[in-house]
């Protein structure tokens, strides 16, 4: 076990696997900087499968339990399945999600199933469709992300996490609905709170709709009640919804904006070309493609990444609920995964 600076321990991984999405959702990717003429990481640049694993088993020498596959949106990435595969059985390794926005999941789902993928988070940001498309920047149905739900709770997977991004004035309204939509189902929805990740976003913080102001409007409908989290380092806070004459219903709030969780963050993240980031609204990662390419032994990359967390520091959000005047110059998220 290796801890940063603050004491924290190094738990979690989150790896890129392409930089590239077949949305251009405003808070992420928005078409007017990721534009048809936007150049994007060539092929032969991106960490092959075989490099990945190899990361990965240095990662979980660490201490490294749990490893999200992200992007873009990393359904692009041909034979994704394949990485999986590899990377399941991992020592050390207790769990393996992916997040997506849920567009290629129904023709994937059993795939990843079967691969050994053993959780899915998905992106919904509404079920009005002129909204949904607006949001995502591409025409976009609502039924076409739900049903590839349908189709990974077909395909056997228990947990699926439903992720909406609350922006206010623009799907705020959408919230009550979303949630109404899940109350018969396993799956928890989470509202997370509109984040400065990135620089192309237009980020504004009075289009932060804080967790707490939620809570309380959804409370004067249906008692809400918070649940012991899983883990300290959670990046979300999780509740129970209670209807009458139904199950309680799973809530979650990702609130980085109002309630930063900095000093319990146990999260590390590996780029599509082996930059080590070590912190969401870092500005610059650590590369380790060149050590992969030249044939470094696990232990020599082991020691890399070990050197790197011990002198590890971030604590953004914290700083920003400060008041921190810092400007930063921030690596876009879709270059680094949520």
Same mark, same amino acid.
């Given at each position: ?38 150049? @994007? ?17 240095? @990662? ?9 596959? !992200? ?20 020592? =050390? ?65 228990? #947990? ?8 206010? =004035? ?14 018969? #189902? ?26 707490? #102001? ?38 979650? @709030? ?8 900095? =000093?319990?963050? #146990? ?18 990662? !650590? ?52």
């Amino acid at each position: 076990m290796i801890a940063d600076l603050q004491g924290r321990p190094l738990k979690d991984l989150r790896i890129s696997v392409i930089d590239r999405c077949n949305l251009r959702c405003t808070y992420c990717m928005p078409e007017s900087t990721f534009h048809k003429n936007y150049t @994007f990481l060539p092929r032969e640049e991106l960490l092959t499968y075989e490099e990945i694993e190899r990361a990965v088993r240095a @990662f979980a020498s660490l201490g490294v339990e749990k490893i999200r596959l !992200t992007g873009g949106e990393p359904l692009l990435r041909r034979n994704l399945c394949t990485l999986i595969s590899m990377l399941r059985n991992i020592p =050390g390794l207790k769990d393996l999600a992916l997040t997506t926005n849920g567009l290629l999941l129904r023709k994937n789902a059993v795939a990843l199933k079967q691969a050994g993928l053993n959780r899915l988070t998905i992106s919904l940001d509404g079920l009005d469709d002129t909204l949904l498309s607006r949001i995502s920047g591409k025409p976009v149905q609502a039924k076409q992300i739900l049903d590839g739900i349908q189709a990974a709770q077909d395909a056997g997977f228990e #947990t699926i996490k439903i992720n909406m991004m609350v922006q206010r =004035g623009v799907n705020d309204h959408e919230i009550e609905r979303v949630l109404d939509h899940f109350q018969h #189902t396993p799956h928890e929805v989470r509202l997370i709170e509109f984040m400065d990740v990135g620089n192309t976003n237009d980020w504004n913080p009075d289009k932060v709709v804080p967790s707490q #102001t939620i809570r309380e409007k959804l409370n004067k409908q249906h008692p809400i009640q918070p649940r012991e989290r899983g883990r300290k380092s959670d990046t979300s806070s999780s509740y129970l919804m209670f209807r009458p004459d139904n199950p309680p219903q799973k809530l979650g @709030f990702i609130s980085s904006i109002s309630e930063p969780f900095c =000093g319990e963050c #146990t999260r590390a993240r590996l780029s599509a070309i082996g930059e080590v980031f070590t912190c969401l609204f870092a500005n610059s990662g !650590t590369s380790i493609r060149q050590q992969l390419r030249a044939g470094a032994t696990e232990e020599q990359l082991s020691q890399t990444l070990e050197q790197l967390w011990n002198a590890r520091t971030d604590q953004y959000s914290m700083n920003r609920l400060v008041g921190s005047k810092e400007t930063v110059q921030k690596v876009e998220m879709s270059y680094i995964g949520g």
